[in-house]
C-alpha cells in the first residue's frame, strides 16, 4: 500500500507520494484545489505505477475545502480518510517536526497514514449530503436574521432615520421568509426519504429532541459511520477531558469541544429543556448536583446522555421508552 499525505487548502492541494518510506523516497505534487485538479493528480499518480486500489490518502478536515477532493477521490475507488488537524499536530510533534509549511504538513500527513493506517473514509449517501447543505443554510440564514433583528433594537432605542428603519423592517421580513423556507425544504426533504423519515420519527420519540435537535443530528448519523454511543459523543465534543499530573495540577474536566459547535449550542437548549422532562437526563443531572457538581458540569453530562439515548433509539430502531431502566 502507497500512501499520499495531501494538505488542503481554498485554491490548492499540496501532495506527497511515500514510494519507499524506509529509504526516504517520496515525490511531491502541487495541483488546484478543483475537479480538473483531481484528474490531474490521478494522472500524476498513475505516472508513478501506483494503481487505485493500492492507495491510501490522508487529508485533514479543513472547513468545507476539503471536501470536493474527498468526494472525487473516493469516486476514483481510492481509500481516503478524513483526520481531525489536533490530531496531525500532535503526531507532527511526536516526529520532532517544527517547520510548518504546506510541503512538509502533506509529508506528515503521509507519515500518519503509513504508520498508523486510519480507517477509510465513508462518503455520505446524496440525501445525508443535501440534508447538511440545507442546515448550514439555514443556520447562516438565522444568524443572520438574528443580527438584523439586533439592530434593529438598536435603532429602536436610538434617533435612527426612517429610512433606516425601513430597510432594517424590509430585510428582517425577507430573511424570515428565507428561513420559513428553507424549514419547509428540509421537511420535505425528509419526509421524501423514508430511511430519514424513520429515523427523525425515532429521534423526535425522546422527550426534549424537537426537529432542530432531530434534523442536525440526522445529518451527522447519516454521514458518519459512528460504531458506538461514545464515538459520537466524542465527535460531537461532548467528552470530558481531564487535566490532572501529580498533585500540583489538578484542573476541572471540561468538555472537549472538539466537534461541531452548532450542534453542541442545539444539544445545549435541548439537555436544558429534557433536565425536567426526560426521565433519564434528570436522574443524571440531579445525581451529579447532589455530589456536588457544578450546573455546567451536570449539563455536559446531560447533553452526552441525551445523545447516548438518540444513538440508542437509531441503534435499536425502538422508540424512547421512559419506563427503560435509568442507568447513566
Known amino acids: 500500500m502507497f500512501y499520499l499525505g ?21 515525490k511531491t505534487k502541487v495541483v488546484n484545489n478543483t475537479k480538473s ?9 498513475a505516472k508513478q505505477n501506483v494503481s487505485p486500489e493500492e492507495l491510501h490518502i490522508v487529508m485533514e478536515a479543513t472547513g468545507v475545502y476539503h471536501e470536493q477532493a474527498a468526494q472525487a477521490l473516493a469516486d476514483a475507488s481510492i481509500a481516503v480518510s478524513i483526520i481531525n488537524p489536533a490530531q496531525i499536530k500532535d503526531f507532527g510533534r511526536g516526529l520532532a517536526v517544527r517547520t510548518k509549511t504546506d510541503g512538509v504538513d502533506s509529508f506528515v500527513l503521509a507519515r500518519y497514514g503509513a ?24 443556520e447562516a440564514i438565522a444568524q443572520d436574521l438574528q443580527r438584523e433583528r439586533n439592530r434593529q433594537e438598536k435603532a429602536d432605542a436610538t434617533d435612527t432615520p426612517e ?7 424590509d ?9 420559513a423556507d428553507l424549514q419547509q425544504e428540509i421537511d420535505r426533504h425528509i419526509d421524501q426519504h423514508p430511511n430519514l423519515k424513520d429515523d427523525m420519527a425515532l429521534l423526535q420519540s ?10 442536525n443530528l440526522l445529518s451527522v448519523m447519516h454521514s458518519h459511520n459512528f460504531g458506538s454511543a461514545e464515538q459520537l459523543a466524542a465527535y460531537l465534543g461532548l467528552v470530558p477531558v481531564e487535566r490532572q499530573s501529580g498533585s500540583s495540577v489538578l484542573g476541572r474536566a471540561k468538555l472537549s469541544k ?21 426521565p433519564h437526563v434528570k436522574t443524571v443531572y440531579d445525581r451529579l448536583l447532589a455530589r456536588g457538581k457544578s450546573k455546567m458540569s451536570a449539563l455536559g453530562a446531560a447533553m452526552r446522555k441525551l445523545v447516548h439515548l438518540c444513538f440508542g433509539v437509531l441503534k435499536t430502531r425502538q422508540p424512547y421508552r421512559s419506563n427503560y431502566a435509568k442507568i447513566a
Open 258 to 278: 472538539a466537534g461541531p459547535a452548532r450542534i453542541r449550542a442545539v444539544l445545549y437548549m435541548a439537555a436544558v429543556v429534557a433536565t425536567r422532562y426526560n
Open 115 to 138: 504508520l498508523l493506517k486510519p480507517a477509510a473514509w465513508q462518503p455520505p449517501p446524496p440525501e445525508a449530503r443535501m440534508l447538511q447543505a440545507l442546515l448550514a443554510r439555514r
Open 171 to 179: 430585510s428582517i421580513e425577507f430573511l424570515a421568509k428565507q428561513l
Open 206 to 215: 425522546i422527550p426534549a429532541v424537537g426537529p432542530q435537535v432531530g434534523g
Open 163 to 169: 429610512r433606516i428603519r425601513q430597510s432594517l423592517a
Open 6 to 26: 495531501m494538505d488542503v487548502a481554498k485554491t490548492k492541494l499540496d501532495c506527497c507520494l511515500l514510494l519507499d518510506e524506509a529509504a526516504g523516497r517520496r
Open 37 to 45: 485538479g483531481i484528474v490531474d493528480l490521478l494522472a500524476w499518480i
